[in-house]
């Protein structure tokens, strides 16, 4: 496999400014940050020279196709990356992909928070398959430490530009092209359930009498339910649940996607549906889909409401 980095179009100056690229040895592509408050380095190794992947603490990517689809694995090690991989990854079952993504982090203690947050993006996008990762990361998410978002957003940045795609956020289904006389295409379904929000949970006390979902994740509670039966999408979030507002970094690599949210819950506020000191929905409102309302509800761009609203039973 040729060793081409390749960038998003869409990347700007100011940000292919703040990346050296060069190469190495052994078919190694490294990507390291020039800003003084960063070190992050991703290295690019074909599978052929696995055993590159550098002895340090750190996530690794490992990408390719399963059945001619496309899809990754996202691991981690608190000791050396070359060890797992040569232990977990590299055997006749799991030798599908053709190229691995290792970034080696200073601080082991990230590890477990970065990996689960990386493995949840990437399932809450569904651009690619993810392949064998389980449910023991779902314990370290939503980790409060403070170095978490700068650290993940920076590796999902030079991972977006050395793919060549985003394979983190889902299409905003807001988004509509112009197409001459289109296909008709099949029903979208309202309601697919993934993740935590797969199996129902039983009431609790708290959960409104009218509502149906509540909201799957930490230091936020909420309820809704939708409008119609299937394939229906509009979904109404009730009075009384709670909301967090985004975080607007520039740096981030999300932030194009944050300020899409932080526009809709400005526009609420501004309607008197948000509550900006209680941070409560003083009314009821209907959103167009569930995806919508989770990102105004959870204050992040990059959730989608199959893995946050989950059906009360």
């Given at each position: 496999?040729?060793?081409?980095?390749?960038?998003?179009?869409?990347?700007?100056?100011?940000?292919?400014?703040?990346?050296?690229?060069?190469k190495?040895?052994?078919?190694?592509?490294?990507?390291?940050?020039?800003?003084?408050?960063?070190?992050?380095?991703?290295?690019?190794?074909?599978?052929?020279?696995?055993?590159?992947?550098?002895e340090?603490?750190?996530?690794?990517?490992?990408?390719?196709?399963?059945?001619?689809?496309?899809?990754?694995?996202?691991?981690?090690?608190?000791?050396?990356?070359?060890?797992?991989?040569?232990?977990?990854?590299?055997?006749?079952?799991?030798?599908?992909?053709?190229?691995?993504?290792?970034?080696?982090l200073?601080?082991p203690?990230?590890?477990?928070?970065?990996e689960a947050?990386?493995?949840?993006?990437?399932?809450?996008?569904?651009?690619?398959?993810?392949?064998?990762?389980?449910?023991?990361?779902?314990?370290w998410?939503?980790?409060?430490?403070v170095?978490?978002?700068?650290?993940?957003?920076?590796?999902?940045?030079?991972?977006?530009?050395?793919?060549?795609?985003d394979?983190f956020?889902?299409p905003?289904?807001?988004?509509?092209?112009?197409?001459?006389?289109?296909?008709?295409p099949?029903?979208?379904?309202?309601?697919?359930?993934?993740?935590?929000?797969?199996?129902?949970?039983?009431?609790?006390?708290?959960?409104?009498?009218d509502?149906t979902?509540?909201?799957?994740?930490?230091?936020?509670q909420?309820?809704?339910?939708?409008?119609?039966?299937?394939?229906?999408?509009?979904?109404?979030?009730?009075?009384?649940?709670?909301?967090?507002?985004t975080?607007?970094d520039?740096?981030?690599?999300?932030?194009?996607?944050?300020?899409?949210?932080?526009?809709?819950?400005e526009?609420?506020?501004?309607?008197?549906?948000?509550?900006?000191?209680a941070l409560?929905?003083?009314r009821?409102?209907?959103?167009?889909?569930?995806?919508?309302?989770?990102?105004?509800?959870?204050?992040?761009?990059?959730?989608?409401?199959?893995y946050h609203?989950?059906?009360?039973?």
């Open positions: 496999m040729a060793n081409r980095v390749t960038t998003k179009e869409e990347l700007c100056e100011d940000e292919m400014a703040d990346l050296l690229i060069t190495t040895r052994a078919g190694v592509a490294t990507v390291k940050t020039t800003d003084p408050f960063s070190s992050l380095e991703v290295h690019r190794i074909d599978r052929a020279a696995w055993n590159a992947t550098p340090q603490p750190g996530i690794y990517l490992l990408y390719g196709f399963v059945e001619g689809e496309p899809a990754v694995y996202i691991g981690m090690s608190t000791t050396s990356m070359r060890d797992r991989v040569r232990s977990h990854h590299v055997t006749p079952r799991k030798n599908w992909f053709g190229v691995l993504f290792a970034i080696p200073g601080s203690l990230l590890c477990p928070a970065i947050e990386m493995i949840r993006r990437v399932r809450e996008a569904g651009v690619v398959g993810v392949i064998d990762n389980r449910a023991e990361e779902q314990r998410l939503d980790s409060d430490d170095h978490l978002i700068p650290a993940l957003d920076g590796i999902v940045g030079a991972l977006e530009m050395l793919l060549g795609s394979i956020t889902p905003d289904m807001d988004e509509t092209t112009g197409v001459v006389d289109p296909l008709e099949p029903t979208r379904l309202a309601r697919t359930y993934k993740g935590p929000a797969k199996n129902p949970r039983p009431r609790v006390g708290a959960d409104p009498g509502a979902h509540g909201y799957v994740g930490a230091s936020v909420a309820w809704g339910r939708f409008e119609g039966d299937e394939p229906d999408t509009r979904f109404r979030v009730l009075a009384g649940s709670s909301w967090r507002p975080n607007l520039p740096s981030h690599a999300s932030y194009s996607h944050q300020v899409r949210v932080a526009r809709r819950q526009a609420l506020t501004a309607e008197g549906v948000l509550d900006p000191e409560k929905f003083t009821d409102h209907v959103f167009q889909n569930w995806s919508q309302a989770v990102g105004v509800v959870s204050g992040k761009g990059s959730y989608s409401g199959g609203w989950q059906l009360l039973d």
